[in-house]
Every structure is written in structure tokens, then in C-alpha cells.
């Protein structure tokens, strides 16, 4: 994927969703096509919810962390707790309220700010979540870091660790992602009913490609490839990231006639329904929380030079219908501008989960 880009509900049955192209780039809620940092391909991503208001959702293309303020206080004394990562600088501000942890105001990505409170070899860290750490001032005040995506997991013992993303081998022949908030796990063949396994919150979820065909699982780093895989001889290909789960069909040659890819979703704890902005929210059963998120296709070209010019881009059409107790996702990418002289190929049709 090397130069390319990245709800479900009863109401969504027989849904489609499409998105224009303003100028050469892709516009939605999620505002320019830079802030699709986890979807920069057509094809299907899960996205994690409840961490940001919008990455892959939309996610700033940085892990500079926001910054909180507040007025100084003198809240009783809270005991710190055992985490890794401590030792992070984050951007700064002051609070008298421990555990600040809701949206926070949108900053320019810039270097760390300094701060006359917090310091960080003596500012005791004692709250923490996936995206936020709060950490305890001398002076009584406190300072909370948020970062835009997952940069820990909970372990069993109640302590922190950094977000895993390495795909490892399991004896099966398929692969596990560990101390990752979406708990991947990937088949051994292209063409199982469990390719790809995602779960959270209580929420258990998987994805296959329908029409795929046999191939084994190569992975390497973040990434797993299933070459060969779809229907067309495309291949699959996925990246774990802190917080989604990027899978592209990688298109080598243009298509002769009109491709369609028809994804299977189907699992358990969580209905799905098509959201305002056209992602497909996978909502919780148990509390109707939005749990992971799939944001409209897009279809991304080779022909971007970094720093100097975008690659090109298009939306995809996609349709959500439900089916036999599952979900069907058919994304419909256009023929005309898949076959444009102008293309660079690969080209990656792309769905990423989050």
C-alpha cells in the first residue's frame, strides 16, 4: 500500500452512501482528505469509538497530544498509578479536577509546550485511560495529556502498556494482534468466514470478503496479505494501527469491467446502522454506545509525491443491507475513473474498521 492512501442499524437496510469530490479532494464531515490518516484507500476499516469524536475516524495527522487548562486547586492527594509510559512529555495545561478526560479544545500539531507546573521528572502521574494520562503538579495542580488515538491498553493487573500493533503468528497459521484496543485476529486463508476478527467493549465482530479465494497469511510488522485473495486476483491487504484496522484491496492493472467487493459482517452484542457523515456505525446492543466505526470507501492511486503533490482519490459507493441475521457491505468503485489514463496504478480500494 506503499504510496497510496487508506453503522450499521435496521434503518440502513438497502442504504447507499456517496461522497463527491470538491477539487481533487474528498470532503465530508471528516473535512479534508489529510485528516483521513487511517483511510487513505478504498476499502474497509473498523475504527475504535469513544476514544476521539472523529479519526478512522478522522484523525489529525499527528500524535501531538491537546491540551487541557484549568485553574490551580488543592484536591486531596491520590496515590500514583502503576504504568508504563510515563515518561512521556505531553502538551501541557492546569486543572484542579483529577481525571480530565473529555473532548478537548482542537490545537495547531506543534512541539510540546512548557509549562510552570508540570515537569516531567516530578509530576507523578495518577490517572489514566487509553488516550488521556493526568498527571499530579507539585504545586497541587494538575496536567492531562489527550492524545487523538489509543496510546495504551489495560492489562490484567490494572496496569498500562503501549498500544501493541505487530502482527504475530499463531499455530494455526493465522495471526494475533496483542495489547491492541481491537483485539485483531486474522485467519490462516483468504477465503475464511473469519478473516479478519475484531472485538471491544463487549462487541464481537468479523469481516470476510465473499468470492474470496484461498491464500495464506504472509505478515510482516503491522501488516498481513493475503495475496491473491479477492475474486478479481486483487490482493488483501490489512495494517494495524493504535486504533483501527485498515484492509485494501490493491488493484495492480485497471479493472476491464466493473468491480464489486461485498463484504459479509456479521457477530455478536451490536447492531449497525449508516451515520450522518455515511460511516457505518457498529453500535452497542448493551448500551447503544457507538463502538467501532467504518467511514465512507475511498479509492486512492500511486501518483502522490510526499511534500510535494496528493495522490488522486476518489469516494466509492457503498451500500449496507442486512442479511440472514449479518450485514452485507458492497462497495462499488467507478470503472471510468479506475481505467482513466491518468491513473498510477496500484490503486487500493479501501474500508478500514475503528
Known amino acids: 500500500m506503499s504510496g497510496i492512501g487508506e ?13 463527491d469530490r470538491v477539487d481533487g479532494r474528498s470532503w465530508g464531515a471528516r473535512g479534508p ?46 496515590a500514583p498509578l502503576a504504568a508504563s509510559g510515563a515518561s512521556l512529555s505531553p502538551s501541557v495545561g492546569t486543572s484542579s479536577v483529577v481525571g480530565v478526560t473529555g473532548p478537548a479544545p482542537v490545537v495547531e500539531a506543534r512541539a510540546v509546550v512548557s509549562s510552570d507546573s508540570f515537569d516531567v521528572e516530578t509530576s507523578v502521574l495518577v490517572a489514566q485511560d487509553e488516550s488521556t494520562q493526568t498527571f499530579k503538579n507539585l504545586d497541587g495542580t494538575f496536567t492531562t ?4 488515538v489509543p496510546r ?46 475484531v472485538t471491544r467493549n463487549g462487541v464481537s465482530l ?3 470478503l465473499l468470492g474470496a479465494k484461498a491464500s495464506s497469511l ?11 485473495a479477492a475474486g478479481d486476483g486483487s490482493d488483501l491487504v490489512y495494517e494495524v494501527t493504535s486504533g483501527s484496522v485498515k484492509e485494501a484491496v490493491v488493484l495492480s492493472v485497471p479493472p476491464k469491467r466493473a468491480p464489486e467487493y461485498r463484504w459479509l459482517i456479521k457477530g455478536s452484542g451490536f447492531t449497525a446502522r449508516v ?46 443491507t442486512q442479511q440472514d441475521g449479518a450485514w452485507l457491505l458492497t462497495i462499488t468503485p467507478s470503472l471510468e475513473w479506475l481505467q482513466d489514463p491518468a491513473r498510477v496504478y496500484p490503486v487500493s480500494v479501501d474500508p478500514t474498521i475503528s
Not at 7 to 19: I, K
Not at 218 to 228: E, I, L, M, P, W
Not at 288 to 300: D, E, Q, R, W, Y
Open 275 to 320: 451515520g450522518v457523515d455515511g460511516r457505518i456505525e457498529i453500535v452497542s446492543l448493551a448500551d447503544g454506545s457507538v463502538t467501532m466505526s467504518i467511514p465512507p470507501a475511498l479509492v486512492v492511486d500511486s501518483s502522490g509525491v510526499t511534500g510535494v503533490s496528493e495522490p488522486a482519490m476518489v469516494n466509492a459507493p457503498m451500500m449496507l
Open 33 to 78: 482528505w489529510w485528516w483521513l490518516v487511517l483511510s487513505v484507500v478504498t476499502a474497509l476499516a473498523v475504527l475504535v469509538s469513544g476514544v476521539v469524536s472523529s479519526p478512522a475516524f478522522a484523525v489529525p495527522p499527528s500524535s501531538v497530544p491537546s491540551t487541557r487548562s484549568g485553574s490551580k486547586g488543592s484536591p486531596e492527594d491520590v
Open 152 to 197: 495504551w491498553v489495560q492489562l490484567s493487573d490494572g496496569s498500562w502498556t503501549e498500544v501493541g500493533t505487530v502482527v504475530t503468528p499463531t499455530v494455526d497459521g493465522g495471526g494475533r494482534v496483542d495489547r491492541n484496543p481491537l483485539s485483531p485476529r486474522f485467519a490462516a486463508s483468504g477465503d475464511s468466514e473469519d478473516l479478519l476478527s
Open 7 to 19: 453503522g450499521f442499524g435496521t434503518q440502513a437496510m438497502a442504504e447507499s452512501v456517496r461522497v
Open 206 to 208: 468479523s469481516i470476510s
Open 218 to 228: 504472509k505478515s510482516r510488522g503491522s501488516r498481513a496479505t493475503y495475496s491473491g
Open 145 to 148: 495529556a489527550v492524545f487523538a
